[in-house]
C-alpha cells in the first residue's frame, strides 16, 4: 500500500516537471510540481520502500531539470532519502552486532545457572536423608542437628552469593574486551576490512594513553564502531584504496598510528573529529599539540624574520653551500616522513640566499 502511495506521489511529480517545460503556462506547472515535492518530502520512505519501488533511481533525472526550483528540491529530497538510508543500515548492523554478544553473555549465563541448579538439587536430597535420619533421634539430638542445618543452610546462601556476585564481575569485563570477529562489521572486501582492523587496533590505544581525568569518558566510546563509521565516510568520499586515493589513506592511518601522536586519535574517538572532518583535514591539522606549537613558532620566526626587511644572521657553520662556496647559513628540521624515517633539514645561504634540503 505505502509503495503504491510512493510511486503515486512520484509521478505527480513527473508529470508536473515535464508540463513545466513543454506548457505555455510553465510557472503554474513548476509550483504544481514543488507543491507535489513537498508532499513526497513528507512521505515516510525507508529502505524497503525505495528498494522495490526504485523511485530514488528515477528521481535523480529531474537533479538536471531546466528549472532551477525543481533541481533544487530533487537534489534536497535525495539527500534527504541518503541520510535517512545511510542511518537505518549502520544502526541495523550495530543492532545485529550487539544481539550476537548478548546471545554469547546470556548463553554463558545459561550454563552457570544449569549448574548451580545440579548443585542445588544434589544439596535438598542430602536434606531429605538427614531429615529423615534426624527423626529416629531424641528431641535433644534433633536441636542440635537442626542448629548444625541452619549453619550449613546460612553457610549455602553466602557460597551461592559469592558465585552470583562472581559471575556478576566477570560478566562486564567479558562484554569490554571481545573478540575482533565476533565484533568487527565486515564488508566482504579485504581492502576495507583490514584498513578497519588498523583503524581498530589506533583507537584501541587510546585507553591506556588518556589521562586520569579522561579516562571515564574514553570508556563509553566504542573503537569498533568508530572504526567503522571513519572507514564508511572515507570509502563514500574517496572510494576503493587504491590509485592517487592510496595516498590520502596511507597519510591518515600513518598519523592515527603515530606513537608520537596520541592527540589526533584521541581526538577522533571521542568525537572531537568527526568523519566527515578528516575527508579534508590536511596533514598540519592531523599534527599532534607538541608538533603544532612547534610549526607555529617556525612560522612566527619567519614572519619575524620577512617583517624586519633585512639579511638573516647566519646561525651555524656546518653547511658549505654548493653555489658560493660560503659557510655561512642558517637551517631548520622537520618530519616529513614516517616516524622511523631522520628528519629533513633544510638549508639555506645567508649570503647567496641559495636553498638545499637534505635527510
Given at each position: 500500500?505505502?509503495?503504491?502511495?510512493?510511486?503515486?506521489?512520484?509521478?505527480?511529480?513527473?508529470?508536473?516537471?515535464?508540463?513545466?517545460?513543454?506548457?505555455?503556462?510553465?510557472?503554474?506547472?513548476?509550483?504544481?510540481?514543488?507543491?507535489?515535492?513537498?508532499?513526497?518530502?513528507?512521505?515516510?520512505?525507508?529502505?524497503?520502500?525505495?528498494?522495490?519501488?526504485?523511485?530514488?533511481?528515477?528521481?535523480?533525472?529531474?537533479?538536471?531539470?531546466?528549472?532551477?526550483?525543481?533541481?533544487?528540491?530533487?537534489?534536497?529530497?535525495?539527500?534527504?532519502?541518503?541520510?535517512?538510508?545511510?542511518?537505518?543500515?549502520?544502526?541495523?548492523?550495530?543492532?545485529?552486532?550487539?544481539?550476537?554478544?548478548?546471545?554469547?553473555?546470556?548463553?554463558?549465563?545459561?550454563?552457570?545457572?544449569?549448574?548451580?541448579?545440579?548443585?542445588?538439587?544434589?544439596?535438598?536430597?542430602?536434606?531429605n536423608i538427614e531429615t529423615s535420619t534426624s527423626e529416629n533421634i531424641k528431641e535433644k539430638d534433633c536441636n542440635v542437628v537442626t542448629g548444625e542445618k541452619t549453619v550449613s543452610v546460612a553457610n549455602m546462601a553466602k557460597d551461592e552469593k559469592k558465585?552470583v556476585s562472581g559471575i556478576l564481575n566477570e560478566a562486564p569485563s567479558s562484554l569490554a574486551a571481545p573478540s575482533k570477529k565476533e565484533t568487527m562489521i565486515k564488508t566482504n572486501d579485504e581492502r576495507r576490512d583490514k584498513i578497519r582492523e588498523i583503524?581498530?587496533?589506533?583507537?584501541?590505544?587510546?585507553?591506556?594513553?588518556?589521562?586520569?581525568?579522561?579516562?571515564?569518558?574514553?570508556?563509553?566510546?566504542?573503537?569498533?564502531?568508530?572504526?567503522?563509521?571513519?572507514?564508511?565516510?572515507?570509502?563514500?568520499?574517496?572510494?576503493?584504496?587504491?590509485?592517487?586515493?592510496?595516498?590520502?589513506?596511507?597519510?591518515?592511518?600513518?598519523?592515527?598510528?603515530?606513537?608520537?601522536?596520541?592527540?589526533?586519535?584521541?581526538?577522533?574517538?571521542?568525537?572531537?573529529?568527526?568523519?566527515?572532518?578528516?575527508?579534508?583535514?590536511?596533514?598540519?591539522?592531523?599534527?599532534?599539540?607538541?608538533?603544532?606549537?612547534?610549526?607555529?613558532?617556525?612560522?612566527?620566526?619567519?614572519?619575524f624574520d620577512c617583517e624586519r626587511g633585512q639579511k638573516p644572521k647566519a646561525t651555524t657553520d656546518q653547511f658549505k653551500c654548493g653555489k658560493c662556496g660560503k659557510r655561512e647559513s642558517i637551517f631548520h628540521q622537520m618530519q616529513t616522513r614516517s616516524?622511523?624515517?631522520?628528519?629533513?633539514?633544510?638549508?639555506?645561504?645567508?649570503?647567496?640566499?641559495?636553498?638545499?634540503?637534505?635527510?
Amino acid at each position: 500500500m505505502m509503495e503504491k502511495e510512493l510511486i503515486r506521489l512520484y509521478e505527480a511529480v513527473k508529470k508536473a516537471a515535464d508540463a513545466a517545460t513543454t506548457s505555455t503556462a510553465g510557472e503554474v506547472e513548476e509550483n504544481r510540481c514543488l507543491d507535489a515535492f513537498k508532499l513526497l518530502k513528507k512521505f515516510p520512505v525507508n529502505y524497503q520502500i525505495l528498494a522495490s519501488t526504485q523511485v530514488g533511481k528515477h528521481l535523480r533525472v529531474l537533479t538536471k531539470h531546466p528549472k532551477k526550483k525543481i533541481r533544487a528540491f530533487a537534489v534536497d529530497l535525495l539527500d534527504i532519502w541518503k541520510a535517512k538510508i545511510t542511518k537505518e543500515i549502520s544502526k541495523s548492523k550495530e543492532e545485529k552486532v550487539y544481539q550476537k554478544v548478548s546471545e554469547a553473555e546470556n548463553t554463558k549465563r545459561n550454563r552457570t545457572s544449569s549448574s548451580q541448579n545440579g548443585k542445588t538439587k544434589a544439596e535438598k536430597t542430602d536434606r531429605n536423608i538427614e531429615t529423615s535420619t534426624s527423626e529416629n533421634i531424641k528431641e535433644k539430638d534433633c536441636n542440635v542437628v537442626t542448629g548444625e542445618k541452619t549453619v550449613s543452610v546460612a553457610n549455602m546462601a553466602k557460597d551461592e552469593k559469592k558465585q552470583v556476585s562472581g559471575i556478576l564481575n566477570e560478566a562486564p569485563s567479558s562484554l569490554a574486551a571481545p573478540s575482533k570477529k565476533e565484533t568487527m562489521i565486515k564488508t566482504n572486501d579485504e581492502r576495507r576490512d583490514k584498513i578497519r582492523e588498523i583503524l581498530h587496533e589506533a583507537f584501541s590505544r587510546v585507553s591506556g594513553e588518556a589521562d586520569e581525568a579522561i579516562k571515564d569518558q574514553v570508556k563509553t566510546c566504542d573503537p569498533v564502531r568508530v572504526s567503522v563509521a571513519v572507514e564508511s565516510v572515507l570509502f563514500q568520499n574517496w572510494g576503493h584504496f587504491n590509485g592517487a586515493q592510496k595516498i590520502k589513506y596511507r597519510s591518515l592511518m600513518f598519523n592515527l598510528k603515530d606513537p608520537k601522536n596520541p592527540d589526533f586519535r584521541r581526538r577522533v574517538l571521542l568525537g572531537e573529529y568527526s568523519p566527515e572532518r578528516l575527508v579534508d583535514m590536511k596533514t598540519a591539522e592531523m599534527a599532534s599539540d607538541k608538533r603544532k606549537k612547534e610549526n607555529e613558532t617556525i612560522k612566527r620566526k619567519a614572519l619575524f624574520d620577512c617583517e624586519r626587511g633585512q639579511k638573516p644572521k647566519a646561525t651555524t657553520d656546518q653547511f658549505k653551500c654548493g653555489k658560493c662556496g660560503k659557510r655561512e647559513s642558517i637551517f631548520h628540521q622537520m618530519q616529513t616522513r614516517s616516524a622511523d624515517e631522520p628528519m629533513t633539514t633544510y638549508v639555506t645561504c645567508v649570503s647567496c640566499n641559495h636553498h638545499w634540503k637534505f635527510c
